[in-house]
């Protein structure tokens, strides 16, 4: 999160959360493991140590636009929330675990559910969510003092990693096919194409029948699925055109000229309702 505080050295990191009731994590790159000096666990808290006085500047800085009420509780236990404008109570709601909070927990916890660590956005003075039928909210279960404090160590490997999606997969397609139109209209084709991608990540391409033509092979596309290693499968979609004479498209290269020809032919042949120049 923005209110997070990182350290970084050779081969190793320590993130501090901007929510003080979660834990700082030390980080360790694989290829260090061994030899890291957060291995050293009093090394490792003296860097912790210093990663929390860089947090003192960073709340104070936070802080600097929130009410005073956000973090000082009234005598009756009411706090403001921060982003909520002049919304006061003593009793907060989380909207993700659905507990019920109260006013000097969320101060003391920076507005993160105290149970959840939910961020100040999703809690609120009422749990408005919730319908007359389902279960109320439940008092939080505060931490004991000093509990969750302790780093979390984990090994690393910081090497970008690849898991390929269904929305990466249909990017590289549609990039493909762009790739293998030759003029405005098979641009429009590309941009107008439905592309669907399984569970496997193999694709169904179904082409707009106007915009390109039924007997021309994506071949861009159909390297980029060899490259994958998934199915393409392409079929031909009917449906009324995105502009009448789509055929003009495949005599430029350029959009704008295509759409200089599309506009005399509407004025020639057809209506063009003028924009009001004062919308």
């Not at 694989?30 to 003296?46: F, G, T, W, Y």
Request: glycine share 6%; charged share 25%.
């Amino acid at each position: 999160m923005l209110g997070d505080v990182r350290m970084e050295g050779d081969g190793w990191r320590i993130i501090l959360p901007e929510n003080p009731s979660a834990a700082p994590r030390v980080e360790i790159d694989i290829k260090h493991a061994q030899n890291s000096p957060m291995n050293d666990r009093v090394l490792c808290e003296e860097a912790i140590g210093i990663a929390k006085e860089l947090m003192q500047s960073v709340k104070a800085q936070r802080f600097a636009d929130w009410p005073r009420r956000a973090t000082k509780p009234d005598a009756e236990g009411k706090v403001r929330h921060p982003f909520l404008e002049m919304e006061e109570s003593n009793l907060w709601y989380c909207l993700h675990c659905n507990a019920e909070i109260t006013g000097p927990q969320i101060a003391g916890t920076h507005w993160h559910c105290p149970g959840c660590g939910a961020s100040p956005i999703n809690i609120f003075p009422e749990a408005f969510w919730l319908g007359p039928n389902e279960e109320k909210p439940v008092p939080v279960q505060a931490r004991a003092e000093g509990q969750g404090t302790e780093p979390i160590a984990s090994i690393v490997d910081p090497r970008p990693k690849l898991d390929l999606s269904k929305d990466q997969v249909t990017h590289l397609i549609r990039a493909a096919l762009f790739e293998d139109a030759t003029n405005a209209s098979e641009r429009m084709g590309a941009g107008l194409a439905e592309i669907w991608v399984d569970d496997d990540l193999d694709v169904v391409v179904s082409f707009e029948d106007h915009y390109w033509p039924e007997e021309k092979e994506p071949t861009a596309a159909i390297d980029v699925a060899a490259v994958l290693g998934i199915e393409l499968e392409l079929e031909v979609m009917w449906s009324d055109p995105l502009f009448a004479w789509p055929g003009l498209g495949t005599v430029t290269q350029s959009t704008a000229e295509y759409t200089r020809m599309m506009l005399d032919a509407y004025r020639s042949h057809g209506i063009v309702e003028e924009r009001d120049a004062n919308r």
